[in-house]
């Protein structure tokens, strides 16, 4: 026990909070303490060369990165070289790399994502780790939640503020319950949501939380919304079209978001909820063009056919429940006599 | 006297050779659809190149079968109108107590099986069966191909119902034909491995005399063994000994 006492003591009895970090083993901050120092580009940008001290020592690296773990071609004598950059950018982009020297894991993932495929096509603003993560003053990841989506609005502003609006980013800057932009997009291995891939996948997305007995009991919600919908014509579909991407001539079967929306989801009683029943005629008319006013109720609204709910249905399948076994198991007997008379006879 | 009875006309024969292969192309295409999260689901649809091109193929099939169930009606009822053919399918009082003689004699409690005229019980519980299964098959399946034309005419909530039914009608009908039909046409003694009668139109007079004993009698003007009543079964034809080796 005496062995973790001390370092604790020692830490909280080193104040403030910054001195002693290895960083200023190094002596780099000798220089880098100049808020007004910075170094000109070839582009006309003016790259800041300040390190805040006390910024970088609270940060997650503070207690255990020296400077040159991360700028490893710096030496002490670098202060009267040209740099080879040419924009902030260049800089940027060539000291994320530093990052998966320790994070490979969640570097290799973001070779998958939407970030990196089309920084890969010339796209010199797609994030990269330190656009989200921040470089001297990376602190733990989702601390709180909400700064997730405030990182994203950052270039996704539009969707963000829709986002905010909504039944799930309202409820954001409060509760954990909710999703953020992570949640359903994924951080490292960003799906690109547009070919199809990101909505096909919404059903287990969504389902993640609504069909979660503890959580949906705390708003009232149904959690057999993902089976209704699997067990109904869309689902069957979405099922069957899984790993087909959206193109020409390919239309896809609706899933979650095709009816109650993306970023601008909302309560389904709320009047303005595209699932809302007065405006499900116009929601459906979206595929099923020409749809009447009884068309959405061809749609049990995610209920499984009871008989308060939807008695027709319910009838035709207690029906067949009953037919199938009586009908088949009765052919059977059937040919199990004549085949035992066959017998009886030899 | 000719060693073989026609007993299918060409027409008849046609239909079999449709209602066969599109029920084939229906079952492969419809079921899939049905138990869509199987992996044999699966396999068979990517064989057809995804679900909306075996869906198209089931529709393409679902419309041969529709037309072939209104052929077959208007021409059954032309037929009828014309009397060119009678009422030879329309169950009767006699096949019920056909079923009951045939059950009978399955149990062992009789050893008197059963005299039938051109279709037995069996036969036209699969015909009626089918036609039956065909109306609500094709009713319900363009109920799920136009919905939305669908909703303008009936209430919504019967598009759901007509996919149930639809699904399971059909399940059932795949039942009925690989249980039933696989075994009265291939694995019955009677006829195994396979009989080829629906193919060529022709049974052999002994099998007649074994299976249609009252309709070959009136085909070859003699008269039924018994026309009336299933006292005189037991005197089945000569060579026989009174005790038929299956039904």
């Known amino acids: 026990m005496k062995r973790f006492l001390l370092p604790l003591l020692v830490a909280f009895a080193a104040s403030p909070a910054w001195a002693g970090i290895p960083a200023e083993s190094e002596d780099c901050l000798g220089c880098h303490s100049d808020p007004d120092q910075t170094y000109d580009l070839p582009s006309g940008e003016k790259l800041s060369l300040y390190v805040n001290q006390e910024a970088f020592a609270k940060s997650v690296h503070g207690e255990m990165l020296r400077c040159t773990e991360c700028h490893t071609d710096k030496t002490s004598d670098h202060a009267t ?22 994070h490979f894991a969640n570097y290799t993932k973001t070779l998958d994502g939407v970030h990196f495929a089309v920084m890969a096509k010339g796209n010199d603003k797609a994030a990269l780790c330190v656009d989200c993560h921040g470089a001297h003053d990376i602190s733990r990841p989702g601390q709180p939640r909400a700064r997730i989506s405030q990182m994203c609005s950052g270039c996704h502003g539009k969707e963000a503020a829709i986002y905010a609006r909504s039944v799930h980013g309202r409820l954001a800057g409060s509760s954990s319950d909710v999703p953020v932009c992570t949640d359903c997009h994924r951080a490292h291995d960003t799906t690109d949501p547009r070919d199809g891939a990101l909505a096909a996948r919404t059903p287990e997305i969504c389902g993640r939380c609504h069909t979660d007995e503890k959580l949906m009991k705390r708003y009232g919600l149904s959690t057999k919304v993902v089976d209704t919908y699997l067990a109904d014509f869309h689902g069957m579909a979405a099922s069957l079209q899984q790993g087909k991407k959206k193109g020409p001539g390919v239309r896809l079967a609706a899933v979650c978001t095709d009816c109650h929306g993306v970023h601008d989801i909302e309560k ?30 061809a749609w049990l609204s995610h209920y499984e056919p009871t008989p308060e709910k939807a008695p027709i249905v319910w009838a035709v399948q207690l029906f067949y429940k009953l037919m199938i076994p009586f009908m088949v198991g009765g052919l059977v007997l ?12 030899r | 006297m000719s060693n073989y009875i026609v007993r299918f006309s060409l027409k008849q024969r046609i239909e079999h050779f449709v209602t066969m292969t599109t029920f084939a192309a229906l079952c492969l295409t419809g079921l899939p659809q049905k138990f869509y ?34 052929v077959h009606f208007a021409s059954g009822i032309a037929a009828i109108l014309s009397r060119k053919i009678g009422f030879s399918m329309v169950p009767t009082k006699r096949d019920f107590e056909d079923a009951i003689q045939q059950l009978r004699y399955y149990l062992g409690m009789t050893d008197q099986h059963p005299q ?3 279709f037995t019980y069996k ?3 699969e015909y009626w069966g089918l036609v039956a299964g065909n109306v609500i098959m094709v009713v319900t399946g363009f109920m799920l191909f136009f919905p939305v034309k669908a909703a303008t005419l009936i209430p919504g909530q019967i598009i759901p119902a007509a996919k149930v039914a639809h699904s399971n009608e059909g399940l059932m009908a795949f039942f009925v034909i690989t249980v039933w039909h696989i075994f009265n046409a291939h694995l019955n003694p009677d006829v195994f491995p396979f009989d080829a009668s629906i193919f ?10 074994h299976e249609h004993p009252l309709e070959l009698a009136r085909l070859e003007g003699g008269l039924p063994p018994d026309a009336h009543g299933h006292a005189g079964h037991g005197d089945a034809p000569p060579g026989h000994g009174g005790k038929r080796v299956v039904g």
């Not at chain 2, 060529?200 to 005399?209: A, C, I, M, P, Q």
């Open chain 1, 334 to 345: 059937q040919i199990a006599l004549h085949l035992w008379r066959v017998v009886v006879n």
């Open chain 2, 37 to 70: 999260t199987t992996g044999w689901a699966h396999t068979f649809v990517d064989l057809f190149g995804g679900i909306d091109n075996t869906r198209w193929i089931h529709r393409f099939f679902g419309v041969v079968l529709a037309l072939s169930t209104i």
């Open chain 2, 200 to 209: 060529t139109g022709k049974v052999s007079r002994e099998r007649y005399v």
């Open chain 1, 268 to 297: 389904s009683d709320s009047p303005n909820s595209s699932v809302m029943a007065a405006n499900l005629q116009k929601t459906c008319a979206k595929c099923h063009e020409g749809a009447s006013e009884s068309f959405p109720k």
């Open chain 1, 81 to 102: 070289g040209e740099l080879k950059f040419k924009t902030r950018r260049e800089v940027t982009r060539a000291y994320y790399e530093q990052c998966k020297g320790c």
């Open chain 2, 123 to 125: 036969e036209k519980f």
């Open chain 2, 116 to 118: 039938y005229d051109r």
